[in-house]
């Protein structure tokens, strides 16, 4: 992978635990497609390397991503729009199979809000605002803003944020169920790491199951979702890792997984 730009990665912040940080400050992290790519293949070599089993995605303590970036968008037509197809990158970044977890602090709006929405979990700083503020420059959300918050917090409250704008703050946004858990901004990184070895400390296979057949209920009617899970569960009895957490159980020992 070739230097990036706008983004600093570290496949191994502590133990199995990679970080990938936005870093456009002057721009408040504007999302503009260069950086998207660069996230998209820093996923992609950290979903394929063994020694990470999860994934911190932030922007640092100031802000995580003011949308996306405006002005490289502000002239295109809509055929430009349709052939460079932005979201493209944003589907393989959906395609990423280990854990996600965003930790946001400042504005998350427009695409920055969708940016956190497509990881798994969201830890927020008490100065997180979260917002999709498109309708206030003429368009709409379009990376996941009217489908991923709906089924978050609601339609009607996606129905507020997205039709007039508004941001919330990070308590509105814990009660209604779009984060995960708030903390002071000094103590993001630590509490978001403490979440990252939680899951790091699972087996990595049944990680990556676990999240797919969680993803899949966005995707299928109940009774589909519940076959999905059932075989999901039935393939982690493929798995060294299944075999060594049920045996660490009854030897009363913590269990040792390989992630095979
Ligand atoms: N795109 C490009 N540049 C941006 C930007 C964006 N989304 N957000 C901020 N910037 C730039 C500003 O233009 C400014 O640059 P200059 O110094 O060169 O003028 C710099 O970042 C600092 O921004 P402000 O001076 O505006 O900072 P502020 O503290 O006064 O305001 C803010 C902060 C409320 C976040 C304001 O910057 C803002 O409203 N930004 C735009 C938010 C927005 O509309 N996001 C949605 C984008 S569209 C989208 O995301 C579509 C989608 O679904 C994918």
New binding site residues.
Partial sequence: MSTPEFIKVNPQVEKFIALIELNRP???N???RQLMAEVRDALKVLDEDDNVRAIILTGGEK?F?????????ANATAIDMFNID??STWDQIKKTKKPIIAAVSG?A??????LAMICDMIIASETAKF????I??G???????TQRLTRAIGKVRAMEMVLT?KFISAEEALNAGLINKIVPVELLYTETVKLAKEIAKQSPVAIKLAKESVNNAFNSTLEEGLLFERKNFYLTFASEDQKEGMAAFVEKREPDFKGK
């Avoid at 991503?65 to 968008?73: L, N, P, T």
């Avoid at 917002?131 to 498109?134: L, M, N, T």
């Fill in positions: 002057k721009e408040l504007a999302l503009n802000v991503a003011a949308g996306a970036d405006i002005k490289q968008m932005q979201f504005f709006l427009g695409g920055g809000c969708e917002g999709q503020p498109e206030k420059i368009t709409m959300p379009g990376a996941g803003g704008g």
